[in-house]
């Protein structure tokens, strides 16, 4: 079993920067990959950004690309999210998610994963 809770979420200025973190219970986080998702009000729950058990790869959607970077601690039970060069489209709901890495699984999926956080505000204005 493993419990998420994500913090550091709030409102910045396009164009400005923010880091959100979610920390996991658990001794078997270093075994999951982990994964943010968003959604923004009246849209369906959206991939952003993944990342796997050992951090050797790390997988974004295309709207993020280049703009932000997940990064995670082993040690502290932690995967990050920095957000660079904000957009109000980027206002939304961030949720993170662990899930089990398997052969042939897509870490965009939302199917793939098995726990999920709350979820902390985003909210970035123009």
């Known amino acids: 079993q493993v419990q998420l809770v994500e913090s550091g979420g709030g409102l910045v200025q396009a164009g400005g920067s923010l880091k959100i973190s979610c920390a996991a219970s658990g001794r078997t986080f270093s075994r999951y990959r982990m994964g943010w998702f968003r959604q923004a009000p009246g849209k369906e729950r959206e991939f952003v950004a993944a990342i796997t058990w050992s951090g050797g790869n790390t997988y974004y959607a295309d709207s993020v690309k280049g703009r932000f970077t997940i990064s995670r601690d082993n040690a502290k039970n932690t995967v990050y999210l920095q957000m660079n060069s904000l957009k109000a489209e980027d206002t939304a709901v961030y949720y993170c998610?662990?899930?089990?890495?398997?052969?042939?699984?897509?870490?965009?999926?939302?199917?793939?994963?098995?726990?999920w956080g709350q979820g902390t505000q985003v909210t970035v204005s123009s």
């Open positions: 998610a662990a899930g089990q890495e398997s052969f042939g699984s897509s870490p965009r999926a939302e199917s793939e994963y098995d726990y």
